[in-house]
């Protein structure tokens, strides 16, 4: 495999497509897309959105992130109860423009770096087709609130 071609599949991890199909007082809920999974990736709240796409990324190790998260759960905890993702070896060409829309918002975000314990990219709103960057988690939730200010 070309270089070129490694670094483009590589890059192509880091590329989330959001569906959001509710948003009810600041809480969303929708599906996830990722060109190297099998099927959509629902969420429930922001906090299941955080989780799966952390799942995500720290299954690809990539973007890597330059901190181990802590937490209160012991390795036996987590062990009791793997989520249960189908991951494709690699992405096919049908995945890569994922042709779905969310009932209210549409929104492809791409992390590039994964350091100070938070995400750092870009989201873009794919119907008025306006780009912002975001610097951590935090920011990105109240980027994804802003979609949703007139509502």
């Not at 929104?107 to 975001?134: D, H, I, K, P």
């Amino acid at each position: 495999m070309s270089i070129a071609r490694a670094s483009r599949i590589k890059n192509e991890m880091c590329y989330l497509r959001l569906c959001i199909d509710t948003y009810d007082g600041g809480e969303i809920r929708g599906r996830l897309f990722n060109a190297y999974y099998r099927d959509a990736l629902f969420f429930e709240n922001c906090m299941d959105m955080i989780r799966q796409i952390e799942y995500i990324f720290d299954n690809f190790d990539y973007p890597h992130s330059t901190m181990d998260i802590r937490s209160f759960e012991t390795e036996e905890d987590k062990a009791q109860h793997p989520p249960v993702i189908r991951v494709r070896s690699a992405p096919t060409k049908e995945l890569y423009s994922h042709n779905v829309s969310g009932d209210l918002a549409t929104l492809r975000m791409r992390v590039m770096f994964r350091q100070n314990a938070s995400w750092q990219g870009t989201l873009r709103w794919m119907e008025e087709g306006m780009e912002e960057n975001f610097q951590s988690v935090l920011e990105l939730l109240m980027l994804i609130d802003s979609v949703f200010e007139d509502e």
